[in-house]
């Protein structure tokens, strides 16, 4: 019985581990988008749309600072229909 608690907590506490990981790498990557963004509300919409089209085109962790830098300059650029770079 002592060992099916043990199991059992371990279990727990490494269940636990897991998603407090997810959820704080979520939130550093919202964050990141959003600090390219500025106060500006539609900004930082639009930089939210990015981060979301970024994870659906499954670009890697390393390349999103990059990857939301680029879309945070066309934004402010003269092509916003232009896709970054992947």
Excluded: C, Q
Excluded at 20 to 30: A, G, P, S
Excluded at 52 to 78: H, I, M, Q, T, Y
Aim: proline share 7%; no cysteine.
């Amino acid at each position: 019985m002592d060992v099916a608690i043990v199991i059992l907590v371990s279990a727990l506490a490494l269940a636990l581990h897991v998603v407090l990981f997810v959820l704080i790498r979520r939130w550093m990557d919202r964050d990141l988008a959003l600090s390219f963004a500025g106060d500006d509300p539609a900004r930082r919409a639009y930089m939210l749309d990015e981060l979301r089209r970024a994870k659906a085109e499954g670009v890697r962790r390393k390349d999103l600072p990059a990857w939301l830098e680029a879309a945070a300059g066309l934004r402010s650029g003269s092509a916003p229909n232009t896709t970054p770079p992947p």
